[in-house]
């Protein structure tokens, strides 16, 4: 199985600061989904952003952005102008027919 | 509302015992993956049916079974054969492209008393 590697336990930002969560990851597809879930403390999984192996911009949705580096392996998720709110757990996943995680990045934002 | 059902949200069990979790969605999804949560952890792919009457093994499947009689509905059953069952357990849906993601329940806790 492919490893999606998440190196920061917990990040810790100002709010209406940004911030970058690391996430690379191993495989030898040519074709797979780069995703980003945000997971509260009520336990839900909510979906934020999707990147394509043969996507060729970063992708963004909102105040999120995915920093792709494909010959890095790395597919890294910039938040802008943190909000109290987004203090949550943060998952990268990698898929290719099924979906597999990273172990995660508590993010805590500080007024 | 489209979505998914997990039922119930908090689950005990006493050691030695089958429990089954249940899982339910009316999104036409033919995809359905169930999930488990430790603390501080990722998910783990426990099984995954990408249609009726078909489901594969995931990473950790040893101590659960599960069944796909319908498109709907994908339960979980931890059997006494998983030595430490106390997680949080989710699951998951999708239509195939999976450029929007899966869909996911809110989840089961169970705990083992």
């Known amino acids: 199985a492919q490893k999606i590697t998440q190196t920061q336990p917990g990040m810790f930002v100002q709010e209406k600061e940004a911030v970058t969560l690391d996430c690379t990851y191993d495989?030898?597809?040519?074709?797979?989904?780069l995703f980003w879930y945000k997971q509260p403390s009520s336990g839900e999984m909510i979906f934020l952003i999707y990147?394509?192996?043969?996507?060729?911009q970063n992708a963004t949705e909102g105040r999120y952005s995915l920093n792709f580096q494909k010959a890095r392996k790395s597919a890294n998720l910039v938040i802008s102008a943190s909000q109290l709110g987004d203090s949550a757990m943060y998952f990268c996943?990698?898929?290719?027919?099924?979906?597999?995680f990273g172990a995660g990045t508590r993010l805590t934002v500080k007024p | 509302d489209g979505g998914i059902t997990q039922s119930p949200k908090y689950l005990f069990r006493k050691e030695g015992q089958n429990v089954t979790l249940s899982c339910e969605q009316n999104?036409?999804?033919?995809?359905m993956y169930w999930y488990r949560q430790d603390p501080g952890q990722g998910l783990r792919l426990i099984y995954y049916?990408?249609?009726?009457?078909?489901?594969q093994k995931g990473d950790i499947a040893e101590g659960y079974s599960v069944s796909r009689e319908k498109k709907e509905s994908f339960p979980l059953t931890v059997t006494s054969a998983q030595k430490n069952p106390t997680a949080f357990y989710l699951c998951?849906?999708?239509?195939?492209?999976?450029?929007?993601?899966?869909?996911f329940g809110s989840g089961t806790r169970l705990t083992v008393v």
């Open positions: 998951a849906s999708s239509i195939g492209p999976v450029r929007g993601g899966y869909t």
């Open positions: 495989t030898s597809d040519q074709s797979y989904g």
């Open positions: 990147q394509g192996s043969y996507d060729e």
């Open positions: 996943a990698y898929y290719r027919g099924d979906m597999r």
């Open positions: 999104l036409n999804h033919d995809a």
């Open positions: 049916s990408q249609i009726v009457n078909d489901f």
